[in-house]
């Protein structure tokens, strides 16, 4: 190995630093940094691999040949859902989650339901091939087409590639992969950036869906460096806690479909069943109302859910109270607060604020500030106010409430589910009198609300 001069890498944030440091001075983590082998090859601008001199000149975006994207169904059809309607031939998938919640699991389901119609290969680094095959078995999956291969070298994946010529292969998982031109060890992100970089390589020249199943670590970052999340095509994430039932995967990125669609599952002991009607699954279903506690449609991706959203305060005795929020934004918390003290007339600075989203999920849209306001301000107050009440609406910093995308939606899933009153942003108003059994109340402002409250 010629090492001309030794360069040092973050393995959280992979910026490039000259000498060794014990904390990054970008992402102050601390232990992160690593030698990167400066080795022919090692570059991403390795332009070598399978290497081909051709010549571009550019050509007019009109005569680009445009052709549809050829797509083959996953056979889960809440994975095709979160895809964009299904796997596309060529890309590459990045699968991320929290150990145990369920990655290998679904995919193992999924390469054997289609392993029965076309080429599937799954290359196990983590288990052996007994163990995906005692799972296999017990989930009574298809098991005669599907190809196994226990390998964690990309240049053997790659030659078993040539050999069995697949059209979806699932690499479980990245961490445990390394490619024999870097000398640094797996897991380290020089061999997760370079084996990537080869992978996705080979999707796109021999045609293959690849997906790339990849840890999160505790921090909710993918481990190894957040740059293979621009080098893939999709990236999914596994949410959801792993004690609870429901697991929801949620495409972060897609260059073949919509972003923050979601798909939604249930972990049984069959392995993972989909959830074909998940909009009242996240409800707790009190039997009668109770503080602190408001329903609220929620838009994730292309249709509509009811969340629950629980808040509890209780009187504080640091000189900091305490800001919790599990499934919506800490910031977002912190900001409604502030609205509520100065729109609203309501001081908690005294008092702990706890917010959840009931089921593990997690809300990603501004729809769900009006029903934290009100869930704060029941539990303040201790009123329970009645689990037939919806609400949902954006709350602006000058404490107007302003409208959210396809409220008609949301309040037609609601009025399916029997919810009798809605609070909603005035301009969420439906223009016909499409809504029918439900009483609407359109608030302009915050202080409209407490008043309709
Ligand atoms: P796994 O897919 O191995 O997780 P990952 O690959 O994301 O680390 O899932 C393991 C967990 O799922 C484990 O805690 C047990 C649970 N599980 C079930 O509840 N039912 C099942 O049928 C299977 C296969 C796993
Ligand atoms: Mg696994």
Redesign the pocket.
């Known amino acids: 190995m010629s090492k001309k001069q030794a360069q040092y890498q973050c393995r959280e944030c992979a910026c490039i630093l000259p000498k060794w440091q014990g904390q990054c001075p970008d992402c102050k983590s601390w232990n992160s940094v690593e030698e990167l082998p400066t080795i022919v090859g090692a570059s991403q601008t390795n332009t070598n691999w399978h290497g081909k001199a051709t010549t571009s000149s550019s050509i007019l975006l009109s005569e680009v040949p445009v052709t549809d994207t050829p797509r083959f169904s996953s056979e889960i059809s809440e994975l095709d859902r979160v895809l964009g309607g299904g796997l596309v031939r060529g890309s590459v998938i990045l699968l991320g989650?929290d150990?145990?919640?369920?990655?290998?699991?679904i995919l193992l389901q999924c390469m054997a339901k289609i392993s029965v119609s076309q080429n599937a290969l799954y290359v196990t680094g983590e288990e052996s091939p007994q163990q995906v095959s005692m799972?296999a078995q017990r989930?009574g999956l298809p098991n005669e087409h599907l190809k196994l291969l226990s390998s964690t070298c990309v240049e053997e994946i790659i030659a078993q590639t040539v050999i069995n010529k697949p059209v979806v292969m699932v690499i479980d998982s990245i961490q445990t992969i390394y490619t024999n031109s870097l000398q640094s060890a797996a897991g380290s992100v020089s061999q997760i950036r370079e084996s990537t970089a080869i992978l996705v390589r080979l999707a796109k020249q021999s045609n293959i869906a690849i997906f790339l199943?990849g840890h999160v670590t505790k921090e909710g970052q993918l481990a190894g460096p957040r740059v293979l999340e621009h080098m893939v095509d999709t990236v999914l994430y596994f949410e959801g806690d792993?004690s609870t039932r429901y697991r929801v995967i949620r495409a972060v990125k897609n260059r073949f479909g919509a972003v923050n669609e979601i798909g939604i599952f249930a972990?049984?002991?069959?392995?993972i069943k989909q959830v074909s009607n998940p909009s009242a699954i996240f409800l707790s279903q009190h039997d009668k109302p109770v503080s602190g506690s408001i329903i609220m449609v929620s838009r994730e991706g292309t249709r509509p859910i009811l969340v629950e959203i629980q808040a509890l305060v209780t009187e504080s005795h640091s000189g900091h109270p305490r800001r919790i929020s599990v499934g919506l934004e800490a910031n977002r918390l912190a900001m409604l607060l502030a609205i509520l003290q100065r729109h609203g007339g309501i001081p908690l600075y005294d008092q702990d604020v706890f917010i959840n989203a009931v089921g593990g999920v997690r809300i990603a849209e501004t729809g769900a500030d009006l029903a934290v306001i009100l869930a704060i301000l029941s539990s303040y107050r201790d009123r329970p106010v009645s689990n037939r009440l919806l609400v949902f609406g954006e709350v602006g910093l000058s404490g107007e409430i302003r409208p959210v995308p396809n409220g008609e939606e949301r309040l037609r899933e609601a009025g399916k589910h029997g919810f009798e009153t809605a609070i909603i942003p005035k301009a969420n108003m439906p223009k016909r009198d499409s809504i029918k059994n439900m009483k609407l109340i359109p608030v302009n402002h915050l202080a409209d609300t407490l008043d309709a409250l």
């Open positions: 989650g150990p145990g919640i369920g990655k290998s699991t799972r989930l199943v792993s972990m049984t002991d069959e392995g």
